[in-house]
């Protein structure tokens, strides 16, 4: 499991960084962008995405993982007025994750956990916010780029640039990734 786990925490950094790549690019007031009243801004999904990782990976291995104090329904309301503040909950929502797998040892394989009373293995219950978070990071990335329009920096393969990158990639094996 110690591969796994690795793995995983290695994806979860990856879409943690894809995110910061998408807010360095905004201004302030872009965070709390809606495209419509149905839709929401970047600051009400990184709310929801911090009370979700707080109460999945609280005490992720002895209580459930929808806390009794979570109120997800006020998640989706604008209550978040600055780009501190909506980084203060990025960052607690991470780190309360980060902390919880990096501290997973070997007998805690062997465990259920329970989200909403449904039990699952430890590997499933990361796998369940795997698909989750990523999820949520692909809406915040996408309002990204409907905000900055043609000034958009690709967090990947610039459009019309694979020959490139893969030429690139190809001359120097040992680049990784950026």
């Not at 960084?17 to 009243?37: M, P, Y």
């Not at 459930?64 to 503040?85: A, L, P, S, V, Y």
């Amino acid at each position: 499991m110690d591969i796994y786990l690795k793995s995983a925490i290695t994806q979860f950094a990856y879409y943690k960084k894809l995110g910061e790549k998408t807010f360095a690019q905004l201004n302030d007031a872009d965070l709390f962008w809606q495209f419509n009243a149905e839709s929401n801004s970047i600051a009400v999904i990184i709310k929801h995405l911090s009370g979700n990782m707080l109460s999945r990976w609280t005490n992720f291995l002895i209580t459930d993982g929808e806390k009794e104090w979570r109120n997800r329904d006020t998640e989706f309301e604008e209550t978040i007025n600055t780009r501190e503040q909506i980084m203060a909950a990025w960052d607690q929502g991470w780190d309360c994750l980060f902390n919880a797998l990096n501290s997973l040892t070997a007998e805690d394989w062997k465990k259920t956990v329970k989200i909403r009373n449904e039990p699952h293995r430890i590997e499933d219950a990361i796998n369940r916010q795997l698909a989750h978070y990523p999820y949520h990071i692909g809406q915040i990335v996408f309002i990204g780029k409907m905000i900055t329009g043609s000034k958009w920096q690709s967090l990947s393969i610039p459009k019309g640039n694979s020959d490139k990158y893969n030429a690139d990639k190809f001359a120097n094996p040992g680049d990784t990734f950026k």
